[in-house]
């Protein structure tokens, strides 16, 4: 019995090995490999590269089974991986092998880095594109993506300096990390009508500063960060209707952004400094739907005037337009309770009254210092807690009138309100922080 056992051990192994080298020889000659399906030992062998010649040009492809992974993916078909020899001008990729096996899929970096092309033709067979398949081709000025491409992995076209113009085809379900970053010349995108494409991925067109116009498609429902980061020349831009969540920094240095319109009323969320730095934005209203906002949302929008807030808003965050020096009218939404740490400093062209709405719990730290065009502040019923330099350096702030409960009022709350002559505080205070109203030179009541 013993006998045996080693006997039949002895055998599987030298079946295994003449497997192996079978198929090394097998890999040599060109021929493809053993079906992993044959062997009870279940022996995975990645594909055997081949190639054909078509014109002038040699492909290099490899031919996937079913249960292969290729870049970390699970993938089953033909990718061409290698391309050899010169091409001027217009490229047609192939899309069958010679034995008529449709070729699937474009390989991680194929054209990487090549600067003869300037227009391709991608076949109706490819489905996926992985990583780089395009990536610094600096002289390409138009593709077309054709519909039966349902699968992009990311930095596909980035830093494609000429590109021009992109047709998407109709089934793409994402605009992937990085894909067009740095297209610099981009102008037009053609969405070509998709209901496939839900989210446009981070850094997707970050520094494409010739686009001019962005009308995202109503089935777009994510916008990742920085999406749209830098893009200069960007004057007017329509967000979706079913558009869930816009991403921190997507608009970030939009510097030549005039508009801005929700054209739905499903955001939920607007991630941190999303439209920083936007210096000609004139007027911006929040979708109503908005419950959470990033921190500096508008931060440096020089020449806001107008911002409404949305009612289902709770927290106005951290610098939300700090520095708009421009901003003159704040349509305050029907469930903020907080406002948050430097959301308004310096605002310096908020003018005569301000009334804070009584859903207000908390006026943060620094919330509305040098706000130097202040004059008559009304604090609303709901309001416990002014902290600390809320008001400092409203140097023209004659009035503050604080009704209703409040408990609180920090350091230096009312510092350098040299103008302020009169302010209402109700019985409830119990702490009044130090130097709460240090220079104060013109306060006469209390």
């Given at each position: 019995m013993i006998v045996l056992q080693r006997l039949n051990r002895a055998l599987k192994s030298a079946f295994a090995i003449g497997a192996l080298i079978m198929c090394s020889l097998s890999a040599r000659a060109g021929s493809y490999i053993i079906d992993r399906d044959s062997f009870s030992e279940h022996i995975i062998l990645s594909a055997t590269s081949y190639s054909f010649t078509d014109g002038d040009i040699t492909w290099i492809y490899r031919n996937f089974k079913k249960g292969s992974r290729y870049e970390g993916e699970w993938f089953n078909g033909v990718v061409l991986v290698e391309m050899r020899g010169l091409v001027e001008g217009e490229l047609a990729i192939p899309g069958t092998t010679p034995d008529g096996r449709p070729v699937t899929a474009l390989g991680s970096g194929l054209f990487s880095g090549n600067v003869d092309i300037d227009s391709v033709v991608i076949p109706d067979s490819v489905e996926m594109l992985f990583p780089g398949v395009f990536y610094g081709c600096e002289y390409l000025k138009e593709i077309a993506l054709p519909d039966s491409i349902n699968e992009i992995s990311h930095s596909i076209f980035s830093g494609c300096s000429r590109l021009e113009k992109v047709k998407l085809g109709v089934n793409i379900p994402n605009i992937s990390h990085r894909m067009f970053r740095g297209c610099s010349s981009l102008e037009t995108i053609e969405w070509n009508g998709t209901e496939s494409l839900k989210i446009i991925g981070s850094q997707a067109f970050q520094g494409c500063v010739d686009l001019r116009e962005l009308a995202l498609p109503d089935s777009v429902t994510n916008l990742y960060e920085e999406a749209f980061y830098?893009?200069?020349?960007?004057?007017?831009?329509?967000?979706?209707?079913?558009?869930?969540?816009?991403?921190?920094?997507?608009?970030?240095?939009?510097?030549?952004?005039?508009?801005?319109?929700?054209?739905?009323?499903?955001?939920?969320?607007?991630?941190?400094?999303?439209?920083?730095?936007?210096?000609?934005?004139?007027?911006?209203?929040?979708?109503?739907?908005?419950?959470?906002?990033?921190?500096?949302l508008l931060?440096?929008?020089?020449?806001?005037?107008?911002?409404?807030?949305?009612?289902?808003?709770?927290?106005?965050?951290?610098?939300?337009?700090?520095?708009?020096?421009?901003?003159?009218?704040?349509?305050?939404?029907?469930?903020?309770?907080?406002?948050?740490?430097?959301?308004?400093?310096?605002?310096?062209?908020?003018?005569?009254?301000?009334?804070?709405?009584?859903?207000?719990?908390?006026?943060?730290?620094?919330?509305?210092?040098?706000?130097?065009?202040?004059?008559?502040?009304?604090?609303?019923?709901?309001?416990?807690?002014?902290l600390d330099l809320a008001f400092m350096g409203c140097e023209h702030l004659l009035a503050v009138e604080a009704a209703g409960e409040v408990e609180q009022i920090g350091d230096s709350v009312f510092s350098g309100c040299k103008n302020l002559t009169n302010i209402t505080i109700p019985r409830t205070v119990t702490a009044i922080g130090g130097r709460a109203f240090d220079d104060c030179i013109s306060l006469t009541a209390i």
């Open positions: 830098g893009c200069t020349g960007i004057t007017n831009i329509q967000v979706g209707a079913n558009m869930r969540t816009v991403g921190a920094r997507a608009f970030y240095d939009n510097s030549s952004l005039l508009e801005i319109n929700f054209n739905g009323n499903k955001v939920r969320e607007i991630g941190g400094s999303c439209f920083s730095g936007c210096t000609v934005l004139r007027h911006f209203k929040m979708p109503d739907s908005v419950r959470e906002v990033g921190t500096y931060s440096g929008c020089e020449r806001l005037l107008s911002v409404q807030i949305g009612d289902s808003l709770e927290l106005i965050s951290e610098g939300f337009c700090m520095g708009c020096e421009s901003l003159t009218n704040i349509v305050w939404g029907s469930s903020v309770e907080t406002l948050g740490y430097r959301a308004f400093r310096g605002c310096v062209s908020l003018q005569g009254e301000l009334q804070i709405p009584d859903t207000v719990e908390t006026i943060g730290s620094y919330l509305f210092s040098g706000c130097s065009g202040l004059r008559h502040v009304k604090i609303g019923t709901g309001c416990t807690s002014i």
